[in-house]
C-alpha cells in the first residue's frame, strides 16, 4: 500500500502542484515552500516511489 501523505503537509502540497511534470523552481513558485524544505520532501517522496524525476522535472508516480 502507498503511503497516506496529508494534504496540509508540504509533501502533500507537492503532490497537489503535480498535476503534470514540473521542475523544482515551477514546484517553488507553486507551492511557496523553501527550496531546502522542497529538495528534501521531494527526496522522500521520490524514496516513497510517489514521484519520480525525469530530467530536470518531477511527476507523479504512476500507481502500480
Not at 523552481?25 to 527526496?43: F, K, Q
Amino acid at each position: 500500500a502507498r503511503p497516506l501523505v496529508d494534504p496540509a503537509s508540504p509533501a502533500g502540497q507537492i503532490l497537489s502542484a503535480l498535476d503534470h511534470p514540473l521542475t523544482m523552481d515551477e514546484l517553488l513558485a507553486r507551492t511557496g515552500l523553501d527550496a531546502p524544505v522542497l529538495r528534501g520532501h521531494t527526496s522522500l517522496l521520490e524514496i516513497q516511489k510517489l514521484v519520480v524525476r525525469e530530467g530536470s522535472r518531477f511527476r507523479r508516480a504512476r500507481p502500480a
